[in-house]
């Protein structure tokens, strides 16, 4: 039994099989525990031999049993070492965190420069009355300057925004009788052909400053200041008269170039010269609508493009990739 139980033991070449051989030899009804278990049954002269035969056996027996397990072991283990190896070395992906949209971003450094000028981010609704859109901005129903905004109307009186300049209105109503300088950003809407460089949904930046001494001259300095902050102090700056019912004078606010510095190129449309606002004193009617005494009172207001400002920025040349969802455009821009 010694014999074959050692040869079978040398055969075994992975622990289910030496485990088996543990089983038929020293398990509960192996054959070692089977012989042992017989002994009772021998003429009583034999049977001190015989146990100590048998226990030698098994004594000898699991000793080999061990030696071969640790064996086994370290040749398994060999080889699970290879065969599940990991490469740590290369390199993790990294999750996507998200990131603020361009258009964010941009508003987001607009709001900073104004605030070192004493401007305060104020919030007004994008479902507007017709009242506020136009009305009380100086455009009676059936005035022709509304056809100046291609108008998204919810029902007869209600409309969504065409423009940010309800915003001064509702600022001018809450903060009258006391001095105004707000900023109104937010989306605007216009029932519009959906351009390179127009969608039916976009910004503004309004602005609005009142007190008892304003002048042309604090919203050409405003301009100039923001122009100079947001794209370079070497920023000229140039005031065409325009018409807007709510402001009297208007003026169209452009500046030199970014890309060409005034040479003429594509973004400029080879005039030297990029639109960045329209603006102008704010109309008296505007001023009493708003509750402000005309003769007392003065103010300038502005409008800005922010995705016309980020075009401009970042030489991207068509307004539709802002709300393409392309995360190969977006990705381009600030990661948190
Ligand atoms: N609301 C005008 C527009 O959407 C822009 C504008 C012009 C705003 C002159 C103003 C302003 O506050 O004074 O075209």
Same mark, same amino acid.
């Given at each position: ?9 040398? /055969? /075994? ?18 054959? !070692? ?25 098994? #004594? ?39 990131? #603020? ?43 022709? /300057? ?72 604090? #919203? ?30 208007? !003026? ?85």
């Amino acid at each position: 039994m010694e014999q074959a139980a050692l040869s079978s033991l040398a /055969a /075994a070449t992975n622990s289910e099989e030496l485990e088996a051989w543990h089983q038929d030899y020293l398990g509960r009804k192996g054959k !070692v525990t089977v012989f042992m278990r017989s002994i009772g049954s021998l003429p009583a002269e034999e049977r001190p031999q015989a146990g100590q035969a048998g226990n030698q056996l098994r #004594l000898l027996l699991e000793e080999r049993h061990t030696a071969r397990q640790t064996e086994i072991r370290e040749v398994e283990l060999a080889r699970a070492l290879v065969e599940e190896t990991i490469d740590v070395t290369l390199p993790g992906r990294r999750p996507w965190t998200g990131g #603020l949209h361009p258009i964010t971003l941009t508003l987001r450094r607009m709001y900073a420069i104004f605030a070192e000028m004493g401007f305060q981010v104020y919030r007004s609704r994008e479902v507007e009355s017709d009242l506020y859109n136009f009305e009380l901005l100086n455009m009676p129903p059936e005035h022709p /300057a509304r056809d100046m905004w291609d108008t998204f109307y919810v029902s007869d009186s209600v409309v969504l925004r065409t423009h940010t300049s309800p915003g001064q209105m509702r600022a001018m109503r809450d903060y009258c009788p006391e001095p105004v300088r707000v900023i109104v950003p937010g989306k605007c809407y216009r029932y519009e052909q959906v351009t390179a460089r127009s969608e039916f949904m976009f910004h503004q930046v309004e602005g609005l400053a009142i007190g008892t001494d304003i002048t042309l001259a604090d #919203l050409k300095g405003v301009m100039a200041t923001f122009a100079r902050r947001m794209f370079g102090p070497e920023r000229q700056m140039r005031f065409r008269a325009s018409y807007f019912p709510f402001t009297e004078p208007s !003026v169209e606010v452009d500046m030199d170039c970014i890309i060409c510095g005034g040479e003429g190129c594509r973004v400029c449309k080879h005039t030297g010269w990029v639109e960045i606002a329209g603006a102008g004193m704010v109309h008296p009617t505007v001023l009493r609508n708003g509750g402000y005494d005309p003769e007392q009172f003065s103010g300038f207001a502005f409008g800005m493009g922010p995705e016309r400002i980020a075009m401009i920025l970042n030489d991207v040349d068509d307004i539709r990739y802002f709300y393409g969802n392309d995360l190969r455009f977006l990705r381009q821009f600030g990661n948190l």
